[in-house]
C-alpha cells in the first residue's frame, strides 16, 4: 500500500519554527518529485513548495519565500518542510505529495498524504 506520512506539526507562536516530514512507503519515491501543500479553513489547498527527485530544483510559493525550505533524504525516503519566521496567516493543514515525475511539478500530485495540523499562534 502506497502511504505518505506527514509528522512535526503543532501549536507555535508567531515568530517561531517548525519542521515537518513526510515518510513515503509502498513504492520507491526517490524517483519522484515532492511537495508540499496547505489547507487553511474555508480556503482551497495551495501549493507551498515542491523538490525535484534529486533536489537540484526546488520551487516555493511567493507567500513562503525566503522563510520555508523543502529537503529531501531519499536513503530515507523522507521529505522535509522547515519553516521559519512563522505567521498567523500560515496556520493551515498541511499536506505531503508525490508527483508522477521526476522534474514536473506543474500538474496535479498522484499521491496524498493525510496531513498534519499546524497552528500559528500570533
Known amino acids: 500500500q502506497v502511504r505518505l506520512v506527514e509528522s512535526g506539526g503543532g501549536l507555535v507562536q508567531a515568530g517561531g519554527s517548525l519542521r515537518l516530514s513526510c515518510a513515503g512507503s509502498g513504492r520507491p519515491f526517490t524517483t519522484n518529485a515532492m511537495g508540499w501543500f496547505r489547507q487553511a479553513p474555508g480556503k482551497e489547498r495551495e501549493f507551498v513548495a515542491a523538490?525535484?527527485?534529486?533536489?537540484?530544483?526546488?520551487n516555493y510559493a511567493d507567500s513562503v519565500k525566503g522563510r520555508f525550505t523543502i529537503s529531501r533524504d531519499n536513503a530515507k525516503i523522507t521529505v522535509y518542510l522547515r519553516m521559519n519566521s512563522l505567521k498567523a496567516e500560515d496556520t493551515a493543514v498541511y499536506y505531503c505529495?508525490?508527483?508522477?515525475?521526476?522534474?514536473?511539478?506543474?500538474?496535479?500530485?498522484?499521491?496524498w498524504g493525510q496531513g498534519t495540523q499546524v497552528t500559528v499562534s500570533s
Open positions: 505529495a508525490a508527483y508522477g515525475s521526476p522534474t514536473r511539478v506543474d500538474v496535479p500530485p498522484d499521491y
Open positions: 523538490i525535484s527527485w534529486n533536489g537540484d530544483s526546488t
